[in-house]
């Protein structure tokens, strides 16, 4: 069957139920007090389902309106979600709310509600009362709360075909909020398709392959990859709850081993967790031989992590060269680029002074050497290297703006006409227009796509550019009890600019903290070169992070300004405690003044 025929995803849809009526589309894992239970749905179900809830859907009149959400069974969730397009609706994928004041998804959630204006929220028995409540304390009682997996709920036979065109929207994809707040990016049927298209391309992915995951649906890799892909193919997914691959990492490799996943992947600290908490005997058990491609990307690619997952898993048959780097976005769909299937992933060794000036020089005998992670070639797009001020291409080997432009790349976002035209309509060279700002850095060296950090959050101390995931991934050398935390650095204007480092800290007692805190101070000093006179030791969870797990600095740096964030210990400059702690001082309660590496100097 020839994909491109289709005009519609819902059109490749209904083409594959007919054809894969009895064959499975999804399964899901669920974790019960008796252990695990699998559930299944096929084609044929999912589209018998799909046409309840669209009938549904027709009787409430939202066609071509946003309808959120809310599930925890991705069985659940995908026929919901094809209910949406069955019915012209504009799905939008939700974490569930949680509970007030435990649960930092809440606040994303409701930002969704209100940015969207929903007018009906799709979900779940389980979580139906959670959902009712949490409608009703954000006073919309005009909002339809439909528990869509009660089977007198639409009637299948009812549901009206309906015309969806290419450029109608599919599904907003809210944006994960790393440095700013959500924002819904418009993911048309012409977008889904071309994605999908170019994903075939990339990931060389065949109606043979089996794909596991446990991202959550409401992300794009998630979502895009790891539950839509399958269908565009005619295959499955086995999907692993979020939750339970945090609690254990295992389960998500023992889904692997046992459906025979060949496609599978997440973000770079997913791996991490892997090498963490899996042991040796545990490892003995897995067979990873089938896995032909561990997809990383969401966030930095550390050349660490692959090395120390490859070596970790070697006696499971996990190969090195299943490792594949990529690069993507949701205002893209998803993916942009990534590497050669059955090949080694490429890494390169830079001059580290060289990329702190926006240019890429190989490293030579210099002690500084900052080693990349390629993101392979772009696929059915056009990407560009720009100069952020100018808006004028960069030659390869300068590093720039990454500028997209084709038909993956989505139609702006949802309901705000300014930041659309500001960041999915950008012209080059005063001449070219069309092109999506990604906010991203990167450059192109021998063809391959290295992406270097993000343009809001780049630290610019001393007239040098600093990544700060770089420096979070130093600081957590210095100690054990760093090791399972994430940290937070980015800049303040104190009078100039000063770096601040949050870090989560984990089993250290009270004594052990100041110790901690001089060592990353002489660490970053060393290492960065730059001064390194504000710390914070923090509790585990105080570090904000998105749904992915992507450090949400620019959130942080507002906290730690408003004096919200607070540290257990705390190392701060006068100039940054003056800005950070004015009101401290002003009620007398400025009483933590802890001598940092420097023994109480300025730099």
């Known amino acids: 069957m020839s994909e491109s025929r289709f005009a519609t995803f819902t059109e490749l849809l209904r083409a594959r139920a007919a054809e894969l009526a009895d064959e499975d589309v999804h399964i899901f894992l669920r974790d019960t007090a008796g252990g695990t239970v699998a559930e299944h749905l096929t084609y044929g179900e999912l589209d018998r389902e799909a046409r309840r809830i669209a009938a549904c859907l027709q009787e409430y009149g939202v066609g071509e309106q946003p309808v959120l959400l809310v599930y925890s069974s991705t069985v659940e969730?995908?026929?919901?979600?094809?209910?949406?397009?069955?019915?012209?609706?504009?799905?939008?994928?939700?974490?569930?709310?949680?509970?007030?004041?435990?649960?930092?998804?809440?606040?994303?959630?409701?930002?969704?509600?209100?940015?969207?204006?929903?007018?009906?929220?799709?979900?779940?028995?389980?979580?139906?009362?959670?959902?009712?409540?949490?409608?009703?304390?954000?006073?919309?009682?005009?909002?339809?709360?439909?528990?869509?997996?009660?089977?007198?709920?639409?009637?299948?036979?009812?549901?009206?075909?309906?015309?969806?065109?290419?450029?109608?929207?599919?599904?907003?994809?809210y944006t994960s909020g790393s440095v700013s707040e959500p924002r819904?990016?418009?993911?048309?049927?012409?977008?889904?398709?071309?994605?999908?298209?170019?994903?075939?391309?990339?990931?060389r992915t065949t109606r043979e392959d089996r794909f596991g995951s446990w991202l959550p649906y409401f992300h794009d890799m998630g979502l895009v990859a790891h539950l839509l892909h399958p269908v565009w193919l005619g295959t499955h997914s086995v999907q692993v709850t979020p939750l339970s691959f945090v609690k254990r990492p295992l389960r998500w490799l023992q889904a692997i081993d046992e459906y025979g996943v060949t496609v599978g992947g997440g973000p770079n600290f997913c791996y991490d967790l892997c090498v963490r908490?899996?042991?040796?005997?545990?490892?003995?058990?897995?067979?990873?031989?089938?896995?032909?491609?561990?997809?990383?990307?969401?966030?930095?690619?550390?050349?660490?992590?692959?090395?120390?997952?490859?070596?970790?898993?070697?006696?499971?048959?996990?190969?090195?060269?299943?490792?594949r780097p990529c690069y993507g976005l949701a205002e893209a769909t998803l993916v942009v680029s990534g590497g050669t299937p059955g090949t080694p992933h490429v890494r390169k060794d830079f001059d580290k002074s060289a990329l702190e000036r926006d240019r890429a020089a190989g490293a030579g005998t210099e002690e500084r050497v900052q080693t990349l992670v390629g993101c392979g070639r772009p696929v059915d797009i056009e990407v560009r290297i720009v100069d952020p001020l100018t808006h004028h291409e960069l030659?390869?080997?300068?590093?720039?703006?990454?500028?997209?432009?084709?038909?993956?790349?989505?139609?702006?976002?949802?309901?705000?006409?300014?930041?659309?035209?500001?960041?999915?309509?950008?012209s080059l060279n005063d001449e070219e227009s069309g092109f999506l700002r990604t906010g991203d850095l990167g450059m192109f060296d021998d063809g391959e796509l290295y992406v270097t950090g993000r343009l809001k959050e780049v630290i610019i101390i001393n007239g040098r550019n600093v990544y700060p995931q770089d420096i979070e991934?130093?600081?957590?050398?210095?100690?054990?009890?760093?090791?399972?935390?994430?940290?937070?650095?980015?800049?303040?204007?104190?009078?100039?600019?000063?770096?601040?480092?949050?870090?989560?800290?984990?089993?250290?007692?009270?004594?052990?903290?100041?110790?901690?805190?001089?060592?990353?101070?002489?660490?970053?000093?060393?290492?960065?070169?730059?001064?390194?006179?504000?710390?914070?030791?923090?509790?585990?969870?105080?570090?904000?992070?998105?749904?992915?797990?992507?450090?949400?600095?620019?959130?942080?740096?507002?906290?730690?300004?408003?004096?919200?964030?607070?540290?257990?210990?705390?190392?701060?400059?006068?100039?940054?405690?003056?800005?950070?702690?004015?009101?401290?001082?002003?009620?007398?309660?400025?009483?933590?003044?802890?001598?940092?590496?420097?023994?109480?100097?300025?730099?």
């Open 277 to 323: 908490r899996v042991k040796d005997e545990q490892i003995a058990a897995l067979d990873l031989s089938r896995w032909r491609l561990a997809l990383n990307g969401a966030e930095p690619v550390r050349p660490e992590s692959l090395d120390e997952f490859a070596a970790r898993f070697a006696p499971a048959g996990f190969r090195p060269e299943a490792l």
């Open 473 to 603: 991934w130093a600081a957590r050398t210095v100690s054990p009890a760093l090791t399972f935390g994430v940290g937070a650095a980015f800049s303040v204007d104190a009078g100039r600019e000063h770096l601040v480092l949050i870090q989560e800290v984990r089993g250290a007692g009270s004594a052990e903290l100041r110790t901690v805190a001089q060592k990353i101070q002489a660490l970053i000093g060393k290492e960065f070169e730059i001064p390194a006179g504000n710390v914070l030791l923090v509790r585990p969870g105080a570090v904000r992070r998105t749904s992915s797990g992507k450090v949400q600095r620019t959130l942080m740096r507002t906290l730690f300004l408003d004096g919200v964030v607070r540290g257990e210990y705390e190392v701060l400059t006068p100039d940054v405690r003056a800005l950070a702690r004015a009101d401290d001082a002003l009620f007398g309660e400025d009483l933590l003044r802890p001598e940092g590496a420097d023994g109480g100097r300025r730099w």
């Open 77 to 173: 969730f995908l026929k919901a979600f094809a209910g949406c397009l069955y019915a012209g609706a504009v799905a939008v994928p939700v974490p569930l709310p949680g509970e007030a004041g435990r649960d930092k998804r809440l606040n994303r959630t409701t930002a969704v509600l209100q940015d969207t204006g929903a007018k009906v929220v799709l979900t779940e028995t389980a979580a139906a009362p959670e959902v009712a409540l949490w409608l009703a304390r954000n006073s919309r009682p005009d909002a339809a709360c439909v528990v869509s997996d009660v089977p007198a709920i639409g009637d299948a036979d009812a549901w009206r075909p309906v015309t969806v065109r290419q450029d109608d929207y599919a599904f907003l994809q």
């Open 395 to 426: 030659p390869p080997g300068a590093v720039g703006e990454i500028w997209l432009r084709g038909y993956s790349v989505a139609r702006g976002y949802w309901k705000r006409p300014t930041e659309t035209i500001r960041t999915f309509r950008a």
């Open 184 to 203: 819904g990016v418009t993911v048309t049927h012409r977008n889904l398709l071309a994605n999908q298209a170019a994903l075939q391309k990339l990931l």
